[in-house]
T-cell receptor, first 114, second 114 residues
Framework: AQSVTQLDSHVSVSEGTPVLLRCNYS??????LFWYVQHPNKGLQLLLK??????LVKGINGFEAEFKKSETSFHLTKPSAHMSDAAEYFC????????????FGQGTELSVKP | DGGITQSPKYLFRKEGQNVTLSCEQN?????MYWYRQDPGQGLRLIYY???????QKGDIAEGYSVSREKKESFPLTVTSAQKNPTAFYLC?????????????FGQGTRLTVV
C-alpha cells in the first residue's frame, strides 16, 4: 500500500535561515510526488512536482525538493525563509495508474520567526 | 480566469439536515475529487470521478453522496447519516493522464453543525 510520512508536525525557523521539511513515501511503483502549501482557511497551492525526470525539482517561491529513491525520501528545502512562507505544507504521492488519486501526508506547519 | 470555484465558503447545518456543497471547474479536467480536512489529519478522500456519470468511493464515503452529470460540476451532499460533518471540505480537479496528474484545488467550504 502507498503511504506518505511527514516526519515533523511542526517546524520553526528564523527569517533568513534555511528550511527543511522532511517527507518519506512508500510506493510499489514509480510514483508522482508533490509538495503543496496551504495558508489558513485557503485551498492548496502546488509548490512543485516530481514525475521521474530530474531528481532535483525546482518549484515556486524558491522552494526545491530532491527525490532520493534509495532513501524513499522527497524532502522540501529553501535556502532562506521569508515571513510569508509560514503555512502548512503537505507532501503528496499519486500512485501509478490510479486515476490521479492523491495520498496526503499529515502536514507540517512551518512557523517563521522575525 | 480558469479555476475551481467552491460555494459557499461557510455553511451551517442543523442536526438531521442534508446539505450540498457546490464545486465547479472551467479547466476542462476530466477528474474531480472531494477531500475532507480535519486538524492534524491531512486530507482524506471522500469521492472521486474520472469521467461524467461515473464516480467511486474514496476512503471515507459513508454519509456522503455525489453526482457527476456535467464535466464542470461535482456537487457533494453531506447527509444526516454523517455523524461528524464539521470539517473543511476541499474540491479538486486534475487532467489525470500520464504525468499530468497534479490536482488543482478550490478555496474550500467550512461546514459547521449547529
Amino acid at each position: 500500500a502507498q503511504s506518505v510520512t511527514q516526519l515533523d508536525s511542526h517546524v520553526s525557523v528564523s527569517e533568513g535561515t534555511p528550511v527543511l521539511l522532511r517527507c518519506n513515501y512508500s510506493s510499489s511503483y514509480s510514483p508522482s510526488l508533490f509538495w503543496y502549501v496551504q495558508h489558513p482557511n485557503k485551498g492548496l497551492q502546488l509548490l512543485l512536482k516530481y514525475t521521474s525526470a530530474a531528481t532535483l525539482v525546482k518549484g515556486i517561491n524558491g522552494f526545491e525538493a530532491e527525490f532520493k529513491k534509495s532513501e524513499t525520501s522527497f524532502h522540501l528545502t529553501k535556502p532562506s525563509a521569508h515571513m510569508s512562507d509560514a503555512a502548512e505544507y503537505f507532501c503528496v504521492v499519486s500512485p501509478y495508474n490510479q486515476g490521479g488519486k492523491l495520498i496526503f501526508g499529515q502536514g507540517t506547519e512551518l512557523s517563521v520567526k522575525p | 480566469d480558469g479555476g475551481i470555484t467552491q460555494s459557499p465558503k461557510y455553511l451551517f447545518r442543523k442536526e438531521g439536515q442534508n446539505v450540498t456543497l457546490s464545486c465547479e471547474q472551467n479547466l476542462n479536467h476530466d477528474a474531480m475529487y472531494w477531500y475532507r480536512q480535519d486538524p492534524g489529519q491531512g486530507l482524506r478522500l471522500i469521492y472521486y470521478s474520472q469521467i461524467v456519470n461515473d464516480f467511486q468511493k474514496g476512503d471515507i464515503a459513508e454519509g456522503y453522496s455525489v453526482s457527476r452529470e456535467k464535466k464542470e460540476s461535482f456537487p457533494l451532499t453531506v447527509t444526516s447519516a454523517q455523524k461528524n460533518p464539521t470539517a473543511f471540505y476541499l474540491c479538486a480537479s486534475s487532467i489525470a493522464r500520464g504525468d499530468r496528474n497534479e490536482a488543482f484545488f478550490g478555496q474550500g467550504t467550512r461546514l459547521t453543525v449547529v
